[in-house]
Structure formats: structure tokens, C-alpha cells
């Protein structure tokens, strides 16, 4: 039997989110850049996509985390 890890609440306020209307997935914002970018490389990867910064809490009752462990941690297949 397995047993699934424990969710932590995230230490930030701010995440990022894709401006498609199909976006789901929340991401940790990216320090490194003045633009606003997910820390994970996946989500980063298309350089076309556009990025927002936003509230976590509007968020979170309709989009997920990000599991990457770069973003909210988790596993990572």
C-alpha cells in the first residue's frame, strides 16, 4: 500500500499562472527573472506562453499546484 505525501501550504503569496484560458496548474514564481516565470523548467519551456503574477489565495479553489519540486514539491514522474 502506499502512502501519499503530505501537502504543505505554500510559503508564498504570489504564484504565477499561464494567461491561456485552459491554464489549471499554479506555479511558484521564478526569483531569478524580473518577468513573471514559473521556477520549473516544464512550464518554462515554451517561451511563447505569457505568464501573470496573481494571489494564491483567488486561485486556489479552481487551479492546482504545481508537483514539480521546483514549484510546490511533490513527486515527479
Known amino acids: 500500500m502506499s502512502r501519499a505525501a503530505a501537502v504543505q501550504e505554500p510559503d508564498v503569496e504570489q504564484v504565477v499562472v499561464s494567461r491561456s484560458q485552459y491554464a489549471?496548474?499554479?506555479?511558484?514564481?521564478?526569483?531569478?527573472?524580473?518577468?513573471?516565470?514559473?521556477?520549473?523548467?516544464?512550464?518554462?519551456?515554451?517561451?511563447?506562453?505569457?505568464?501573470?503574477?496573481?494571489?494564491?489565495?483567488?486561485?486556489?479553489p479552481h487551479r492546482s499546484l504545481c508537483r514539480n519540486p521546483a514549484c510546490f514539491g511533490g513527486e515527479w514522474w
Not at 518577468?35 to 505569457?50: F, I, L, N, T, V
Open 24 to 60: 489549471d496548474t499554479v506555479h511558484r514564481p521564478d526569483t531569478g527573472t524580473d518577468d513573471p516565470r514559473p521556477a520549473c523548467a516544464q512550464a518554462g519551456a515554451d517561451k511563447r506562453r505569457e505568464w501573470r503574477e496573481v494571489s494564491l489565495a483567488s486561485q486556489r
